[in-house]
């Protein structure tokens, strides 16, 4: 038997050795540069900017394996998955591509001789369709390659014409078939009967011939390209004799991984084939970098990982399981794709959160489900159940729809609609408020920057705004936006904040006091007209403060220096979250899903000043965004970067891709020191951190604060009485001092956590974890949240010692609505606690930390059935 390991190293080495194409690696999941992607749905995505002209590389032929993703958007299978023999949100792209290279002819050739030669296909199995005006590749099918005419057909630009889009690159397409066998129903490509399962797609075949214009005119392309696509999947199954690609060894293995896992006994039964399909998109997403979330690709991973759970709960698997799957996939496939193999245990960590995270709410999603069946008085769900499901218990609908299936059942998609349109509604009147709409300012044009190389220049004055409107003219004491068309100020981005400085005339100064960027690439100077006046078409000397952009670059370049050695710490899944760059202090959010021990921050705080002192020059270069990553250079996730970035070198400990500014060489940042290490979102760190003279002055208050503690067990046998009473009242002061310092820390905890509040039926509804903190600060920690939030129901929790503290906040004006001793007893009750207090604020502890994911996710939960009751 050909394994599915062996064909997709039987296919790359035929093109690269046979060949001469460059064996390329599977890029990532998450398309690089193209917005309108949701998930690499092709081998050719990654290709796109060759295809298109915009891109050169060193080779003009290429080919690959590429893990591909079809779960969202356009190409949506999810709902099919398990349930029909070919449907994956998960697959491998077979491909081979020529670049302006080798055309219709060759690739013909490669095809037929691959299948009939190397892989030993009969030809006599072999159906072949041509796109119906392509008269070269129907002579070389039949004359040159010499196929049954038989066996051959033409079919329409439905079937067999490509294009990337309503314009662009297109071309017609030749595809491949493969006959299961008279005993299997469905007709042949192009008759009425198609669409049965005798025959069956393997590969196909594109010529990029032409290109279209917004008329639909075809004009030649001058350098005609291949682009070719065959499932791995599907060639393993025709290979090994089966007609589903679930009876694959791949498969197999995986589905008697999650039999054993589940106590299944029937391994023909189709929730083994959902979770062994979607083990495989998951574990992929992740080490990707895509985390569960209620947005975006987020929620599409959310969406395949409950589906999973779900089916695992049919089989009456009712503790997390599904990640006891990632070994078997990694055993699977982690020698083709060793990035499993290196983040293993960062998927497993995030699976496992996630089915905690589920298993309450799977509980009563399902008793309120089957409740409405057994109340039915038709064969469909109604769509209020369904949006309930949806809103209050995280059931995608598409997750309705598989349990709704397996019953026999339909959904009433009309009313679910209708109710979604409803909940929007009210949640955009409870967020609107006085004081109307500010103005959006619409700024064209460009601004050179010119603030790498100096802080100072001469530049012209191209725009004007007051008060949100275009103006000719700002004069003494008015604040306003300064365009230029030229400017050393940075504007902020990429975590960096905007420079300060001023814009002088002879007779006008104009104070800077933030910049930004605006549009397709202006930069705007925010601030104050100290004297005389501003006028459009004014020269003007910009002058950035040189010692507060100095500031910032030492924090900048520290910020590289942390990434770097929280990742050799750590480990590779940690990936920046965010970040922001002053001229004090530097905060850096990341991914990482435990606290970090004292001994952990020692050693990264030791790396990076090990660095600092070897004082490395900071390179900086322009290349390709390909040519950057084959240097190893970090792209951040989920970021849009140009087809020319700027790569920043410190020796060999970092390189990343960045916009910002930076020191010369490492060693100008003098010192680095931690200052704090907290937990700000389920899976997400902040360190924040300062460096050169700041630093200095916050070691020099620690040594003060020894000096003080040393003083104290001083002196002689004589005084010790005395000295003891003055050590016992400086404990005492310090313990105040700390008492306060942890206030202020709660306040900034405060203010940062606020940001993660979500609207529930227009009510602001934050619960998180402050992870690290101390059981004490949380009243703190809620009085500055609820401040920030105006209204708001709150629920905070730390685990301490084992133990899980909990407190919960309703303000004033939701009071009567909502009780916080109420909310407070059903979340502790799952943490194996319990507690209570006033309608306004109440506080509890539990026992069990395991917990507390799911006792937090009840929170939104909670409010939503309270909110609709009221209502």
Same mark, same amino acid.
């Given at each position: 038997m050909?394994?599915?390991?062996?064909?997709?190293?039987?296919?790359?080495?035929?093109?690269?050795?046979?060949?001469?194409?460059?064996?390329?690696?599977?890029?990532?999941?998450v398309?690089?540069?193209?917005?309108?992607?949701?998930?690499?749905?092709?081998?050719?995505?990654?290709?796109?900017?060759?295809?298109?002209?915009?891109?050169?590389?060193?080779?003009?032929?290429?080919?690959?394996?590429?893990?591909?993703v079809?779960?969202?958007?356009?190409?949506?299978?999810?709902?099919?998955?398990?349930?029909?023999?070919?449907?994956?949100?998960?697959?491998?792209?077979?491909?081979?591509?020529?670049?302006?290279?080798?055309?219709?002819?060759?690739?013909?050739?490669?095809?037929?001789?691959?299948?009939?030669?190397?892989?030993?296909?009969?030809?006599?199995?072999?159906?072949?369709?041509?796109?119906?005006?392509?008269?070269?590749?129907?002579?070389?099918?039949?004359?040159e390659?010499?196929?049954d005419?038989?066996?051959?057909?033409?079919?329409?630009?439905?079937?067999?014409?490509?294009?990337?889009?309503?314009?662009?690159?297109?071309?017609?397409?030749?595809?491949?078939?493969y006959?299961?066998?008279?005993? %299997?129903?469905?007709?042949?490509?192009?008759?009425?009967?198609?669409?049965?399962?005798?025959?069956?797609? %393997?590969?196909?075949?594109?010529?990029?011939?032409?290109?279209?214009?917004?008329?639909?005119?075809l004009?030649?392309?001058?350098r005609?390209?291949?682009?070719?696509?065959?499932?791995?999947?599907?060639?393993?199954?025709?290979?090994?004799?089966?007609?589903?690609?679930?009876?694959?060894?791949?498969?197999?293995r995986?589905?008697?991984?999650?039999?054993?896992?589940?106590?299944?006994?029937?391994?023909?039964?189709?929730?083994?084939?959902?979770?062994?399909?979607?083990?495989?998109?998951?574990?992929?997403?992740?080490a990707?970098g895509?985390?569960?979330?209620?947005?975006?690709?987020?929620?599409?991973?959310?969406?395949?990982?409950?589906?999973a759970?779900?089916?695992?709960?049919?089989?009456?698997?009712?503790?997390?399981?599904?990640?006891?799957?990632?070994?078997?996939? $990694?055993?699977?496939?982690?020698?083709?794709?060793?990035?499993?193999?290196?983040?293993?245990?960062?998927?497993?960590?995030?699976?496992?959160?996630?089915?905690?995270?589920?298993?309450?709410?799977?509980?009563?999603?399902?008793?309120?489900?089957?409740?409405?069946?057994?109340?039915?008085?038709?064969?469909?769900?109604?769509?209020?159940?369904?949006?309930?499901?949806?809103?209050t218990?995280?059931?995608?609908?598409?997750?309705?729809?598989?349990?709704?299936?397996?019953?026999?059942?339909?959904?009433?998609?009309?009313g679910?609609?209708?109710?979604?349109?409803?909940?929007?509604?009210?949640?955009?009147?409870?967020?609107?408020?006085?004081?109307?709409?500010?103005?959006e300012?619409?700024?064209?044009?460009?601004?050179?920057?010119?603030?790498?190389?100096?802080?100072?220049?001469?530049?012209?004055?191209?725009?004007?705004?007051?008060?949100?409107?275009?103006?000719?003219?700002?004069?003494?004491?008015?604040?306003?936006? $300064?365009?230029?068309?030229?400017?050393?100020?940075?504007?902020?981005?990429?975590?960096?904040?905007?420079?300060?400085?001023?814009?002088?005339?002879?007779?006008?100064?104009?104070?800077?006091?933030?910049?930004?960027?605006?549009g397709?690439?202006?930069?705007?100077?925010?601030?104050?007209?100290?004297?005389?006046?501003?006028?459009?078409?004014?020269?003007?000397?910009a002058r950035?403060?040189?010692?507060?952009?100095?500031?910032?670059?030492?924090?900048?370049?520290?910020?590289?220096?942390?990434?770097?050695?929280?990742?050799?710490?750590?480990?590779?899944?940690?990936q920046?979250?965010?970040?922001q760059?002053?001229?004090?202090?530097?905060?850096?959010?990341?991914?990482?899903?435990?606290?970090?021990?004292?001994?952990?921050?020692?050693?990264?705080?030791?790396?990076?000043?090990?660095?600092?002192?070897?004082n490395?020059? @900071?390179?900086?270069?322009?290349?390709?965004?390909?040519?950057?990553?084959?240097?190893?250079?970090?792209?951040?996730?989920?970021?849009?970067?140009?087809a020319?970035?700027?790569?920043?070198?410190?020796?060999e400990?970092?390189?990343?891709?960045?916009?910002?500014?930076?020191?010369?060489?490492?060693?100008?940042?003098?010192l680095?020191?931690?200052?704090?290490?907290?937990?700000?979102a389920?899976?997400?760190?902040?360190?924040?951190?300062?460096?050169?003279?700041?630093?200095?002055?916050?070691?020099?208050?620690?040594?003060?604060?020894?000096?003080?503690?040393?003083?104290?067990?001083?002196?002689?046998?004589?005084?010790?009485?005395?000295?003891?009473?003055?050590?016992?009242?400086?404990?005492?002061?310090?313990?105040?001092?700390?008492?306060?310092?942890?206030?202020?820390?709660?306040?900034?905890?405060g203010?940062?956590?606020a940001?993660?509040?979500?609207?529930?039926?227009?009510?602001?509804?934050?619960?998180?974890?402050?992870?690290?903190?101390?059981?004490?600060?949380?009243?703190?920690?809620?009085?500055?949240?609820?401040?920030?939030?105006?209204?708001?129901?709150?629920?905070?929790?730390?685990?301490?010692?084992?133990?899980?503290?909990? @407190?919960?906040?309703?303000?004033?004006?939701?009071?009567?609505?909502?009780?916080?001793?109420?909310?407070?007893?059903?979340?502790?009750?799952?943490?194996?606690?319990?507690?209570?207090?006033?309608?306004?604020?109440?506080?509890?502890?539990?026992?069990?930390?395991?917990?507390?994911?799911?006792?937090?996710?009840?929170?939104?939960?909670?409010?939503?059935?309270?909110?609709?009751?009221?209502?």
């Amino acid at each position: 038997m050909t394994t599915s390991a062996a064909l997709r190293a039987s296919f790359l080495d035929y093109f690269a050795h046979h060949h001469q194409h460059e064996r390329v690696a599977s890029s990532s999941l998450v398309p690089a540069n193209d917005p309108t992607l949701l998930f690499t749905n092709a081998g050719m995505v990654q290709f796109k900017e060759l295809f298109l002209g915009r891109e050169r590389r060193d080779y003009v032929r290429a080919t690959t394996s590429q893990r591909c993703v079809r779960a969202g958007g356009k190409h949506n299978d999810l709902e099919n998955v398990g349930y029909t023999a070919r449907h994956h949100t998960f697959f491998e792209m077979l491909g081979n591509f020529s670049f302006g290279d080798y055309f219709k002819r060759e690739a013909i050739g490669f095809a037929w001789d691959y299948l009939t030669r190397v892989l030993a296909l009969p030809p006599a199995r072999l159906w072949v369709t041509v796109f119906e005006d392509d008269d070269d590749a129907a002579n070389i099918w039949l004359h040159e390659i010499g196929i049954d005419p038989t066996r051959f057909s033409r079919c329409g630009a439905k079937d067999n014409f490509w294009s990337m889009g309503d314009t662009g690159p297109c071309g017609p397409c030749s595809e491949i078939f493969y006959d299961h066998g008279a005993e %299997i129903a469905g007709g042949p490509p192009g008759s009425a009967d198609a669409d049965g399962d005798r025959y069956v797609e %393997i590969w196909n075949l594109v010529f990029m011939q032409f290109n279209r214009d917004a008329e639909g005119h075809l004009t030649p392309l001058p350098r005609p390209s291949v682009d070719t696509g065959m499932g791995l999947e599907r060639l393993a199954a025709v290979l090994q004799g089966v007609h589903s690609n679930y009876d694959i060894d791949l498969f197999q293995r995986l589905i008697a991984a999650a039999a054993a896992l589940t106590d299944c006994a029937d391994p023909a039964d189709k929730s083994l084939r959902v979770i062994a399909d979607h083990i495989r998109s998951t574990a992929f997403l992740i080490a990707d970098g895509v985390t569960p979330s209620n947005e975006g690709r987020g929620y599409v991973l959310r969406r395949i990982m409950r589906r999973a759970i779900r089916h695992g709960h049919r089989l009456g698997c009712t503790t997390p399981f599904f990640h006891q799957l990632v070994p078997a996939l $990694v055993a699977e496939m982690g020698g083709a794709y060793p990035e499993l193999v290196r983040e293993q245990a960062q998927i497993e960590r995030v699976i496992v959160q996630e089915e905690q995270r589920f298993a309450e709410t799977l509980e009563h999603g399902m008793r309120i489900l089957d409740e409405a069946i057994a109340g039915l008085t038709s064969q469909q769900i109604p769509g209020a159940t369904v949006f309930k499901l949806y809103d209050t218990f995280g059931f995608p609908t598409d997750l309705t729809a598989d349990i709704a299936r397996e019953r026999g059942l339909t959904l009433d998609m009309a009313g679910f609609e209708a109710a979604m349109a409803q909940q929007k509604e009210r949640a955009r009147a409870a967020s609107q408020f006085g004081g109307g709409q500010a103005l959006e300012i619409q700024i064209q044009g460009q601004t050179d920057f010119c603030g790498y190389e100096r802080l100072q220049d001469e530049a012209t004055v191209v725009a004007l705004y007051r008060d949100g409107h275009s103006c000719d003219v700002l004069n003494g004491g008015d604040d306003g936006l $300064v365009v230029l068309d030229l400017t050393p100020f940075y504007g902020e981005s990429g975590g960096q904040v905007g420079d300060c400085g001023e814009l002088t005339t002879e007779s006008a100064r104009f104070e800077v006091r933030d910049t930004h960027k605006k549009g397709a690439g202006a930069v705007i100077h925010v601030g104050r007209v100290t004297a005389g006046q501003v006028t459009v078409g004014d020269r003007v000397t910009a002058r950035v403060d040189a010692e507060r952009r100095h500031a910032i670059a030492l924090n900048h370049s520290a910020t590289h220096l942390l990434h770097a050695a929280l990742r050799q710490v750590l480990g590779e899944h940690v990936q920046q979250k965010g970040s922001q760059v002053g001229p004090t202090r530097l905060r850096f959010d990341f991914s990482h899903f435990a606290p970090i021990s004292r001994e952990q921050l020692r050693t990264i705080e030791q790396l990076i000043n090990r660095e600092v002192r070897a004082n490395h020059l @900071v390179e900086t270069r322009i290349m390709s965004l390909d040519d950057a990553k084959a240097t190893g250079a970090m792209a951040l996730f989920g970021e849009k970067y140009a087809a020319q970035v700027r790569v920043l070198r410190m020796g060999e400990f970092s390189t990343e891709l960045c916009g910002g500014t930076h020191v010369k060489a490492v060693g100008d940042i003098g010192l680095v020191k931690i200052l704090s290490e907290t937990g700000i979102a389920s899976g997400v760190r902040r360190i924040e951190a300062t460096t050169g003279a700041t630093a200095l002055n916050e070691i020099a208050a620690d040594e003060e604060r020894l000096l003080r503690v040393a003083e104290l067990v001083k002196g002689g046998r004589e005084d010790a009485g005395e000295r003891v009473e003055q050590l016992l009242e400086r404990s005492r002061r310090l313990e105040k001092e700390l008492a306060q310092l942890k206030a202020k820390l709660a306040a900034a905890a405060g203010q940062d956590v606020a940001s993660q509040a979500v609207l529930v039926n227009g009510i602001k509804v934050l619960a998180v974890e402050l992870a690290g903190a101390e059981p004490k600060t949380l009243r703190d920690t809620l009085d500055q949240v609820k401040d920030k939030l105006g209204s708001a129901v709150v629920v905070l929790a730390t685990v301490a010692d084992g133990k899980v503290s909990l @407190v919960a906040g309703v303000t004033k004006d939701l009071t009567n609505r909502f009780k916080a001793g109420e909310l407070i007893g059903v979340v502790a009750a799952q943490v194996g606690g319990k507690g209570g207090g006033r309608p306004d604020m109440a506080q509890a502890g539990g026992t069990d930390p395991a917990g507390l994911p799911a006792a937090l996710a009840l929170v939104e939960n909670w409010v939503r059935e309270k909110s609709a009751a009221a209502a």
